[in-house]
C-alpha cells in the first residue's frame, strides 16, 4: 500500500506542475463592486470548446491555472444580469494578470433571466449551482452518470453515492420530477446525456420548506437534470438480450417518451446474475462488476435493492424479473401528477457455512462464572430456497390551487409476498472441543403483506411576506400473516449431576407458528411561520403521533391421528398490543443571513404509553405516561465561495417494544428463550453531526470532513444467561453510557490537459469507533470496537479512446473486550482492481475489471482470498445502434463469498454460495428519435426527426 500512496503522489505533483501558467485578476461592476462567483474561462477560438474555467471569490478575485497554449483562446467572464465580457488572447505562454474586469449593466425584467449566445460551463445563482451540459464533453452514447463525473466537485464512488462539494445527494429529479424515484438511479444509468441541457444542483428541502421558500435545515444535495428542449420531445429506448454457459441470461429494455411535460417510460429485465439489469452500461450491461458498480442499487458486496426488496450479492444465486412503468404529466396548469408501478420478483438459492466464536464473561481471576465454558464454538451448515414478489404502486399529485395555496399528496400501496424453505444442521461446543448441542431439521416460512402509505402537505401564505401555515400528514397502515412450519431435532449435553457424565436432552418439534401483525402510524404536524426581519422567522407548532403494533401468535404441534397441526400449543400461544401516543408542542427560529443561516426548535413531548399482553391464560399490562424534552438545531457557515460548514444535533427518545416490555416469555426457538421486562425504561439518545467541505474551482480540486455521534442514556439490551449446554434465556434491560461515532474524509481532483488526456484523483478515509455493554451470566462485559478503512481510486482517459481506472482500499477493523476470556480481536481486508475500457480501434469496445481480495484471519475452512476477473469484448455496427458482445464473469474462476463481521460479543465467518464463471453471447439496440421545432413556410411549427 504505502508504495502504491507514493506512486500515485508522485504522479500527481508531476501533473499539477505541468499546469505551470496562472491567469488571474479581479471582476466588478460598473459601480466597482466585486462580484463573488462570476464564472470566468477559455474557450478555444477554434472550436469554442472549453479549455478550463474558474468562479471568483468574495472579492471579486480569480485565478485560473492551466498549461502553455499555443492556439487562440477567448478569456470570458459571465455574471446572472450584467453584459458578457469577451477578450481574445492569441497564446498563453506566461503568467498574466488581467487586473480589474468590469462587466457593463445589462437590464432585464428578471434577475435570473440572460439572453445570450454563449452560456458559461458554470453559473452561481442564489442557492443553485448550474452546470451546461454541452461544456462537459462526454462520449456521444454515454449516460447521465458518466455526464455527472465530468462535473468539477462532483464525485461518484464505486458503490454509486454521488457527493457535490462533500454534500451527500439523496435526490435526483428530471425536469424537477421523479424519474421513477426520487434517489435517480435508474435516470443516471439509462438517460442519454446528449439530452441533458442543464445540471442544476440545490439543497434538499421538505415540501414545505419547498413551498414556503425557507431555507433547507438538512444538509443533502439535490440534482435537477433538465432536458434540452429540442430533445424534450422524441422517443428513445434500448435493449439487451443474452444468453451464455450454466444456462446464463439476461433480458433488459428500458423504452422512454418525451412530449414537453409528459413522460412516459417502460423498464423490464429478467436474469439469473444477480442483478436488477437496468444498469445499462455499455461495457458490462448488467453483469455484477468486481467492486459491484456495474450495476445499479448495487452495494459493495455485490447485493442490490429496489423499492424496499434486497437480494442477490454474495448470498446465493438469484432470478430475477422486474417490471415497471413511470408516468408524470401536467393535466392542467397547477397539476403536476407522477404516477409509478413496479413488480420485483427474486428466486435465491443459497448454501451457507458459518463458524462462530462466542466470548462468555469471566470473574475478575480469569475462571469462568458457572462452569468451564469460556467461549462457545458454533458451526452450522444451511440449504436455503426463497422466492419473493412485490407490487409497489407510488403516486405524487402536486397541485398549486392559487398563488398563495400548494397542496402535495402521495399515496403508497405495496402488496409482497415471500417463501423461504430452509435445511440446517449446527453444533455448539466449547473451547476444549466438548460438544455442547447439536441440531439439525427444516423449516418453511411464508410471509405476505399488504402495506399502505400516505403523505399530505398543504401550505397556504398569508398575507404578510414570509408568513404562512402548513400542514403534514403521514400515515402508514400495514399488515402482515407469518406462517412457520418447524420439523426439528435439538440435543443438548449437560452434566447436571457433576458425575463427570452427561445427560442428554432433546428438544423434537414438529409445530405450525402463525403470526398475525398489523402496524398503524399517524403523524400530524401544523406549523405557524411568523417573519420578524427579512432574515429572522419564528414558528410555533404542534405534532401529534399515534403508533399502534400488534402481534397475535399461535402455535399448533403436529398430531398423528388427524395428519395435520390441530393441537393449539399454549406454551406458543400469545398477544401483544402496544400503543404510543405522543403530543409535542414547539416552538423555535429561523435566522437566514448570506454567510450563515441557524435553526433551533424546543419543545416538550407529552407521551401516552400503554401495552396490553395475554399469555398462558394471564392477562399482562403496562401502561406509562411520560413528559420528555424534545429539540434539534442545526447550522450553516458559508467561509468563502465555496467553503461551507454544517452543525446538527438532535434529541431523541424511542419507546420499547410491546415484546420487550410484557413479561411474556417466548419459547419459539430451542436454543433461545426471550422474556420480556415491564421495569423497561425509554432509550434516550443525543445525536450530533458536523461537516465541512471546501473546492477550489482555480485548482479543480476539493475536500471534505464529515463527523457524527450517538450518546444512549438508558438503551435497551440483552441481559443473557447461558447454561452448560449453551442454551440461552434472554430477557431485556437498560445499559447507560453507550455510543457510536464515526468520522470520515474525501480529496479529489481532476486535471485536463491541453491534449486529449484528462486525469482524476480521489481519497476516501472512513473511521467509526462503538461502544457497548451487556451482561452474561450476571457479569457485565465491556466491548470498544473500531474500524478504518482507506480507500483511493486514480482515473485516466486518453480522449474518448481509453479508460484506466486503479482503486485500492483497505479495511481494519479491532475489538477489545472487558471482563472476556479474550481482550482482543482484529481482522483486516485488502481490496485492489484496475478497470480498463478501450474503444480502439472503432467500433470496437473493450472492458475489463479485475479485484484481488484479501481477508485476513478467516478461521479454517474458509479461504482468505480470491481474483475475480470480469471481460467484455464488443462490437457496434448500424451506425452504433446494434452491439454484439462476449462477456465472460470470473475468468480465474474464484469468486468466493466469504465475510469475517466482529461484534461485541462474538467473530463470525461466513461464506455463501456466489457467482462462478461463466460465459455470455448479447446483442444490444439502441433505437432514438427527438424532434425538433421548425417552421414551414406557411408559419405553423412541425418537427424533424433523426
Known sequence: MQKLLILLLFFTTILVSGQNITLKGKVTDDQNFPLESATVYLTAVKDSSIVNYTITDKNGNWELKTRKLSNPVFLKVSYVGLADYRQEIQSVTEDRDFGTLKLADKSTELNELVIENEIPPIRVKKDTLEFNA????????ANVKTLLEQLPGVTVDDEGKIKVNGKEVNQILVNGKPFFDKDGKIALENLPAEIINKVQVTDTKTKEEEYTGKAAEGNNASINLTIDEDKNKGFFSRFVGGYGSDKRYEANALVNYFKGNRKISLLASSNNINTTGFSMNEVFDSMSGGRGNNSIYMSGDGSFGINGMHFGGGNGITRTNIFGITYGDQWFKGFDPNINYFYTGADTENRSKTRSETFLPTED??????????????????????????????????????STTTLYFAPKFVKASERTNSESRSNTKNQDGKLLNESSGANSNNNDNNGFETELTATKMLNKRGRSISLELSTENNTEDRSQYTNSSTFFYEDTNDDGIDETRADIRNQLVTNGNKKDYYDARINFTEPITDSLRIKVGTQLRDETNVQNRKGFNFNDGTNSFSDISDELTNYTRGNTTKITPYAGFNLVKKKYSFGASLGTSV???????????????????????????????????????????????????????????????PMYTTTGNENLNPNVAHSVYLSFYDYDWATNSGYSFYGGATYNENEVITFTDVDASAKRTVQYGNMNGTYDAWLGGNWSKKIKTEGASKYGLNFNLHTYLQFNKGITNDLQYDATSYSIVPKIGFSYDYGELLNISPIYSFTYNESHYTNYATDFQSNFV???????????????????????????????????????????LGYNFLSNKLMFKVKVYDILNQNQGTSRYISPTAVTDMQNTVLKRYVMFSLSLKLDKFGTKEKDDDGDNRFWFF
Not at 615 to 628: F, H, I
Not at 638 to 645: A, E, N, T
Not at 832 to 853: C, E, M, R
Request: charged share 15%; net charge positive.
Open 365 to 402: 481471576n480469569g475462571t469462568p462464572n458457572t462452569s468451564s465454558n469460556k467461549s462457545l464454538i458454533s458451526e452450522s451448515e444451511s440449504k436455503t430456497d426463497t422466492f419473493k414478489y412485490a407490487h409497489n404502486f407510488s403516486s405524487e399529485f402536486e397541485f398549486k390551487v392559487d
Open 830 to 872: 485488502h481490496k485492489a482492481g484496475l478497470q480498463t475500457t478501450s474503444y480502439w480501434p472503432k467500433h470496437i469496445v473493450w472492458g475489463n475489471d479485475f479485484t484481488y481480495t484479501y481477508n485476513s484471519n478467516l478461521g479454517d475452512g474458509f479461504k482468505k482470498d480470491f481474483f475475480l476477473w470480469n471481460t467484455s
Open 607 to 669: 407521551i401516552n404509553f400503554r401495552n396490553f399482553g395475554s399469555y398462558m391464560g394471564t392477562d399482562y399490562t403496562v401502561n406509562r405516561n411520560y413528559m420528555l424534552p424534545y429539540a434539534n438545531a442545526n447550522a450553516h457557515l458559508k467561509l468563502g465561495k465555496s467553503q461551507s460548514v454544517y452543525v446538527n444535533y438532535n434529541y431523541n427518545a424511542n419507546m420499547p417494544l410491546a415484546s420487550q416490555i410484557l413479561p411474556i416469555t417466548d419459547l419459539s426457538s
Open 134 to 141: 454541452a461544456s462537459f464533453k462526454v462520449r456521444p452514447d
